[in-house]
Every structure is written in C-alpha cells, then in structure tokens.
C-alpha cells in the first residue's frame, strides 16, 4: 500500500467514524452552548439542530446520526411520545436525554425505553462537560441514580411514561378532548389516565396537581 493509499483510507475511516450528532433541545442558546462546546472542544464537525418533536422525527429519517441530545420537552410535547419509535426504528442511536426535569420522575420513565443515560442541566458546567465528552467519546459512564436519599419522596416518581405524557398537557390546561386528539388517544382513556395521575399525586383538582408540579419543579 503506497503512502497515498494509506491516508485516503486513515481520512475514509475517520469518516465512517466521525460522530453525528443532533441536538434536539427548544432552547436555541441551549443549543449554540452545546454546539460551540462540541465544535470548540471535541472537534465534532456534523452537528444537526431541532427544536420539536415533529423536526426530530424528519431529521432523524433526513439524516443518519450516530448521536442524539434531547431534552424531555420540547416545542410541540414531550419527547416522551417519540421515544419508543426512535429507539426501536434508530437501535443504534446514542441517546443522551439532557434536561431540567427531575431526574427521579423522568430518568425512571426513560428506563422504561432501555435509556439510562440521562444528564441534568442543574449540574455544574465543568461535570456537565465532563459527561458530554463520555458520551460522544464512547467512554464509560456510570450510570445515573435517578432516586435522591435526601429529598422527600416526589409526587410525580410513581407515574408511567404514559401518565407523565398526559401530565404535561394537562400542566398546560388542556382538556380531555383536546389531548385526545393531540395525541390520537380515546377520549375515556385520557380520562382513566388522569384519574390516576391525581390519585398517585394525591392532587385534588388542577391547581393543587400545578401547585405539586410547581414545588418540584416540572416544567411544561
């Protein structure tokens, strides 16, 4: 093999190799932070950008990722309702969710989809850093524990993934009709979903369920 040769294949395996990475957050300086970190600090040159759920989902089938950051909401819903199809459709998508979400509500509910990597926006920049630079590098990372020993235990922890989908338009004071046709569910099962999203809460009413969502810090 003549040096000529050897460099067209080391630049061609770098290629296939070079992570893709798309940052689907609806924050656009969340996005330029990560972005310029990526670019600046790990030399990551194909870098995509979404910031709704239905954006994610044609520039997944647009473009082939090897990487995909994404916060838990999103412009149009929650990324909750997306997740089943990207896990099973992409398998070999990275998948880091990187949120402000309490990570003892959702890091519970992504584990449910076989996701355990799951980054608060809440840590320092240094240890967030840190993280995003194990996950694109392919490193190691522990594995998070998504239940705190020294907080009181959280309302919302008990909920299932379909329930914390629920929650989030029910937060923005949807009602049962109009979530049902967002989400292309019956209008009684909505209804049995946020039956017992008020008994696991022990929410009495709406304001008591955003007075909850407030104190612990959901956002929706």
Do not use: W
Request: glycine fraction near 4%.
């Amino acid at each position: 093999m003549t040096a000529d040769n050897s460099l067209s294949y080391a630049s061609a395996s770098k290629l296939l190799t070079e992570p893709r990475i798309l940052l689907a957050d609806d924050h656009s300086m969340i996005r330029k932070g990560l972005k310029l970190y990526l670019q600046s600090n790990l030399e990551c040159k194909s870098i995509g950008e979404v910031s709704s759920c239905t954006e994610l989902m044609k520039e997944l089938i647009r473009e082939k990722y090897t990487h995909l950051i994404l916060d838990i909401i999103l412009n149009d819903g929650s990324t909750l309702e997306v997740i089943p199809n990207i896990t099973k459709v992409y398998p070999k998508l990275k998948i880091l969710v990187f949120s402000m979400q309490p990570a003892e509500v959702y890091g519970e509910a992504i584990k449910q989809y076989g996701l355990k990597q799951y980054l608060s926006k809440s840590l320092g920049e240094e240890e967030i850093y840190e993280r995003l630079k194990q996950f694109i590098l392919g490193e190691q990372i522990p594995d998070m524990e998504f239940k705190s020993r020294n907080s009181p235990e959280n309302p919302f922890a008990s909920l299932a993934p379909r329930e914390l989908e629920i929650l989030h338009y029910l937060l923005r004071g949807m009602r049962t009709k109009e979530i049902a046709e967002t989400i292309n569910l019956k209008m009684n099962t909505i209804s049995t979903i946020k039956t017992r999203i008020y008994f696991k809460t022990n929410a009495e009413n709406l304001k008591q369920l955003l007075e909850l969502a407030s104190l612990y810090n959901l956002n929706y």
